[in-house]
């Protein structure tokens, strides 16, 4: 096993194809068993990375190879990709709203989206996951690329920061599939 990365709650190693998560010792609470719980719920629908087991307090699931999703929007020049990863993002925020499952932090999810080299997008770290009569995964990841209107720009894609407003609000108010199939359709361009 070799360590890959530490965070507040957790520390994360790498072997062969696999990531083993455990609780970081200076932590005074423990997420992963809610994450594995999260993490078996949404591979159902194609969301993050593989489960495999959740045993003695560790967290084991398939290693996703790929970048933050701030540094692909950065690095790639293809805008047809980014455009494809952004609309996968927003079809799995939708796909978790629908399930009432309210990912947290994809406002700023600079370290929670990865994007493989063949353009996947994956979603991980579903420590912070809760039950939600009223999810926000939509509309905060329409945060995020409104902030990401100068990066995105440089690459051609027009991001109309008043429209996403405007849609993200109406999606809020009554999130059904006309008002996400609008957002898809206006908000990226």
């Known amino acids: 096993m070799e360590l890959f990365a530490k965070g507040k709650r957790g520390v994360i190693y790498s072997e062969g194809n696999d990531c083993i998560k455990e609780k970081n010792p200076r932590s005074i609470v423990d997420t992963l068993e809610n994450e594995a719980e999260y993490l078996k719920m949404l591979n159902k629908k194609n969301i993050g990375p593989k489960f495999i087991k959740y045993e003695n307090g560790k967290l084991y699931r398939e290693f996703v190879d790929g970048i933050r999703i701030s540094d692909f929007f950065e690095q790639e020049e293809n805008k047809e990709k980014i455009i494809s990863v952004i609309k996968q993002v927003l079809e799995q ?7 009432g499952i309210d990912k947290k932090e994809l406002t700023n999810p600079y370290k929670d989206i990865l994007v493989t080299s063949d353009n996947k997008a994956v979603m ?6 809760k039950e939600s009569k009223k999810p926000k995964n939509v509309t905060q990841f329409l945060q995020y690329l409104a902030r990401s209107k100068p990066i995105l720009e440089k690459k051609g894609i027009l991001i109309n920061k008043e429209e996403i407003i405007r849609l993200g609000k109406r999606y809020k108010t009554k999130p059904n599939k006309e008002n996400f199939k609008n957002i898809i359709k206006f908000v990226i361009k």
Not at 93 to 99: I, K, P
Request: proline residues 0%; hydrophobic residues 40%.
């Open 93 to 99: 925020c939708r796909e978790m709203d629908l399930l």
């Open 124 to 129: 991980i770290d579903f420590e912070r996951c």
